[in-house]
């Protein structure tokens, strides 16, 4: 099967290579080169970087021009497949290919229609997510699916959870194609009345508050990134919280806004209970488990606070 992929990050990537493998990939489009990390540099995207090494022909766009669009139908795909390409597509794209845009989405759909979809299952506490092979249409990912796949959510952190769904993305994607092709795959329009929807996160919403539970500021810390990272003052000093535990009532008992230093762990207290500090990344420093942090500190005992 002749086909045009669409994606740019590096959740796209496992769709990308699975589909180079099965079928025929005409065109890869991505967005264009961009600063993706610290310094000034401008770096290719993952997809654009897997699609070189596959020798497959890239073009990078942030738009529909009528170059763009003269190439895609030079490709002449069967049909378009999407991961996280990043950019509307017009109705004239929808409609190019004979089988139309399948769409790799990360979640159970109609849950999480949106840009973060992840996130927001970490920070809601989902027992558990997915990814939809879905028809694009007009509105944001409101088409109907053909496949999904699920995996469990607790205990995963943001990038852990993109990898694996990455993964299972790429895989469902490959074992759908057939299905589409010969018509025998069955599209299921989404219940309106379940639609919950997945805003882009900003990056008030993970900084962490000694008046939230100890269970949201974890949550607040797996669901992180570098784009929105999960930062508060601790002793004074701005930090990047990396990795946190929600703790038992075993664990000793902290009063909300401080912080205690016992047998080198370090303990948070939260409005309804603590969180053991794992690892952080003070500011202008590298990243550190807690054990060494402590060690640093004058005092076992002090306080923490939301970034203001």
Not at 45 to 53: G, H, I, R, W
Not at 56 to 77: G, K, Y
Not at 86 to 96: A, W
Not at 198 to 222: F, H, Q, S, W, Y
Request: a negative charge; proline letters at 6%; aromatic letters at 4%.
């Amino acid at each position: 099967m002749r086909v045009v992929f669409m994606g740019t990050p590096a959740f796209a990537v496992p769709s990308l290579r699975k589909l180079a493998a099965a079928h025929k990939v005409a065109l890869v489009l991505t967005r264009p080169d961009a600063v993706r990390s610290r310094g000034k540099k401008l770096e290719p995207s993952p997809v654009k970087e897997a699609a070189l090494e596959l020798g497959l022909p890239v073009m990078e766009a942030n738009r529909m021009t009528p170059e763009v669009l003269d190439a895609l139908r030079a490709a002449e795909a069967e049909v378009f497949c999407v991961a996280a390409y990043g950019c509307i597509l017009p109705d004239e794209v929808l409609t190019m290919a004979p089988l139309g845009c399948v769409n790799v989405h990360a979640s159970l759909l109609p849950r999480w229609r949106g840009a973060a979809p992840i996130q927001r299952s970490i920070l809601e506490g989902d027992a558990e997510t997915g990814v939809s092979i879905m028809r694009i249409g007009h509105g944001v990912d409101t088409g109907a699916y053909c496949a999904q796949v699920s995996c469990a959510v607790p205990g995963k952190s943001a990038d852990e959870l993109t990898t694996e769904l990455a993964e299972l993305g790429g895989d469902l994607l490959v074992r759908t194609l057939p299905a589409i092709a010969d018509g025998s795959a069955v599209w299921t329009e989404q219940d309106e009345s379940l639609v919950t929807h997945a805003a882009k996160i900003a990056k008030a919403e993970l900084r962490l508050d000694p008046a939230a539970g100890a269970l949201e500021n974890t949550r607040r810390v797996m669901a992180s990134s570098n784009a929105a990272p999960a930062r508060c003052v601790i002793a004074g000093k701005a930090v990047r919280v990396m990795h946190a535990a929600a703790v038992d009532a075993a664990s000793p008992s902290v009063a909300a806004g401080s912080f205690t230093v016992k047998g080198g762990r370090v303990y948070m207290g939260c409005a309804d209970g603590s969180l053991e500090l794992i690892s952080i990344k003070p500011d202008g420093k590298r990243e550190m488990d807690a054990k060494s942090w402590a060690a640093g500190q004058r005092e076992d005992d002090g306080a923490w606070g939301c970034l203001e």
